[in-house]
């Protein structure tokens, strides 16, 4: 899936996506009168990165917006509709398995939160076309955790031990994935704080949108905005963020910041070390995404969000697709693929999240090496 091209024909497509998916997240609310002069090769480039940066259908949904002079020709349109088309039956799938994950673990007496992923949907204007990855449970508590893993045990189900202490497995051909900590946060002088916050902020019921039989347990809109931040924070400075992500903190943005007082958002943010990684992704949201600025969780931005912007365009999807990194066919090389991303990214993350960034990788050196 790689896409050969020049300076100027790369940042042609990636502007095309990015209004595409400005389109997606917004609808028809900004002028897109320039004609786009795209060739079947460019469309079909377009097409890919979308791809790679798993926004598919939401790009397939700004392409609606398009004049009809504009739009992809007619056998990309096939294509891209016949991947939305399966955007859509995978989700209808997740949320049916979800919510017999939910059903299982309640007849056990446990209620897992969930993390990112369906939750996170439910802020999108059409959330079946949100492309979906696993799904993230966290258990708040370690009764909780430990019967939740003799559950799996007793059903035989085959788990495996994650580098940040996590589990997954697979079931009912969906990724799924336990948590013990609710935070991508690592600094161990932080977790007290961090806890208590959790504590005071807690948790919300939410109905899916596309299936309200089915009750989930979130973080409150406090929690989910600051575990997305640092969610794509840990992702930016090791194996790379894509834009889906971006696109899920934008969307919770605009729906949560009326439940969300500013000043403490920047209080909490300057305590655990954020202050200068959160203005650098409200600048992304609002230059690259068009989220509004009074949507943001607190108003300060960075001069520019470009060393952000490199990284996410670097790889497409948590780095899949960086050209740098060696095939992952065994282990080891999956290994030193991360050693090397945080080399790499070690100047920006220094300058952005210097002590959170070290007690990650210290984490991830003792998880990768067990």
């Given at each position: 899936?790689?896409?050969?091209q020049?300076?100027a024909?790369?940042?042609?497509?990636?502007?095309?996506?990015l209004?595409?998916?400005?389109?997606?997240?917004?609808?028809?609310?900004?002028?897109?009168?320039?004609?786009l002069n795209?060739?079947?090769?460019?469309?079909?480039?377009?097409?890919r990165?979308?791809?790679?940066?798993t926004?598919?259908g939401?790009?397939?949904?700004g392409?609606?917006?398009?004049p009809d002079?504009?739009?992809?020709?007619?056998?990309?349109?096939?294509?891209?509709?016949?991947?939305?088309?399966?955007?859509e039956?995978?989700n209808?799938?997740?949320?049916?398995?979800?919510?017999?994950?939910?059903?299982?673990f309640?007849e056990?007496?446990l209620?897992?939160?969930l993390?990112?992923g369906?939750?996170v949907a439910?802020?999108?204007?059409?959330?079946l076309?949100?492309?979906?990855?696993?799904?993230?449970?966290y258990?708040?508590n370690?009764k909780?955790?430990?019967?939740?893993?003799?559950f799996l045990?007793?059903?035989?189900?085959?788990f495996?031990?994650?580098?940040?202490?996590?589990i997954?497995?697979?079931w009912?051909?969906?990724?799924?994935?336990h948590?013990?900590?609710?935070?991508?946060l690592y600094?161990?002088?932080?977790?007290?704080?961090?806890r208590k916050?959790?504590?005071?902020?807690?948790?919300r019921?939410?109905?899916l949108s596309?299936?309200?039989?089915?009750i989930?347990?979130?973080?409150?809109?406090?929690l989910?905005?600051?575990?997305?931040?640092l969610?794509?924070?840990?992702?930016?400075?090791s194996r790379?963020?894509?834009?889906?992500?971006?696109?899920?903190m934008?969307r919770?943005c605009?729906?949560?910041?009326?439940?969300?007082?500013?000043?403490?958002?920047?209080?909490?943010?300057?305590k655990?070390?954020l202050?200068?990684?959160?203005p650098?992704?409200?600048?992304?949201?609002?230059?690259y995404l068009g989220?509004?600025k009074?949507?943001?969780?607190?108003?300060?931005?960075?001069?520019?969000a470009?060393?952000?912007a490199?990284i996410?365009?670097?790889?497409?999807?948590f780095?899949?697709?960086?050209?740098m990194?060696?095939s992952?066919?065994?282990?080891?090389?999956?290994?030193?693929?991360?050693?090397?991303?945080?080399?790499?990214?070690?100047?920006?993350?220094?300058?952005?999240a210097?002590?959170?960034?070290?007690w990650?990788?210290?984490?991830?050196?003792?998880?990768?090496?067990k």
């Amino acid at each position: 899936m790689e896409i050969k091209q020049d300076g100027a024909r790369q940042e042609k497509l990636r502007n095309v996506l990015l209004l595409l998916v400005r389109l997606g997240l917004w609808g028809d609310r900004e002028e897109h009168n320039t004609r786009l002069n795209l060739t079947e090769e460019d469309w079909n480039d377009v097409f890919r990165l979308a791809m790679q940066h798993t926004v598919t259908g939401l790009a397939f949904q700004g392409v609606s917006h398009l004049p009809d002079s504009q739009i992809p020709p007619q056998s990309l349109l096939v294509r891209w509709m016949a991947e939305t088309d399966a955007v859509e039956r995978r989700n209808r799938k997740m949320n049916g398995v979800l919510g017999q994950l939910y059903n299982i673990f309640h007849e056990k007496g446990l209620n897992p939160i969930l993390q990112k992923g369906q939750g996170v949907a439910n802020y999108y204007e059409s959330p079946l076309l949100r492309v979906c990855g696993d799904i993230d449970l966290y258990f708040n508590n370690k009764k909780a955790w430990d019967d939740a893993l003799d559950f799996l045990r007793k059903n035989n189900i085959t788990f495996t031990k994650q580098a940040d202490e996590g589990i997954s497995y697979r079931w009912q051909g969906v990724d799924i994935e336990h948590h013990s900590r609710l935070f991508d946060l690592y600094n161990p002088f932080l977790q007290g704080f961090v806890r208590k916050l959790e504590g005071q902020k807690g948790y919300r019921h939410t109905a899916l949108s596309t299936y309200p039989s089915v009750i989930v347990t979130t973080p409150s809109p406090f929690l989910d905005i600051l575990l997305q931040s640092l969610h794509i924070l840990k992702h930016s400075v090791s194996r790379g963020i894509g834009l889906r992500q971006m696109c899920d903190m934008a969307r919770s943005c605009y729906k949560l910041h009326g439940e969300i007082d500013s000043e403490e958002m920047k209080a909490v943010c300057k305590k655990i070390g954020l202050q200068r990684w959160c203005p650098l992704l409200h600048t992304f949201l609002i230059d690259y995404l068009g989220l509004p600025k009074d949507c943001l969780p607190y108003e300060d931005t960075a001069p520019s969000a470009a060393p952000l912007a490199e990284i996410v365009w670097r790889g497409g999807n948590f780095g899949q697709y960086d050209s740098m990194l060696v095939s992952e066919s065994v282990a080891y090389r999956r290994k030193l693929n991360t050693i090397r991303s945080f080399m790499r990214n070690m100047h920006f993350a220094s300058y952005y999240a210097p002590k959170e960034t070290f007690w990650y990788f210290v984490q991830l050196l003792k998880g990768q090496f067990k």
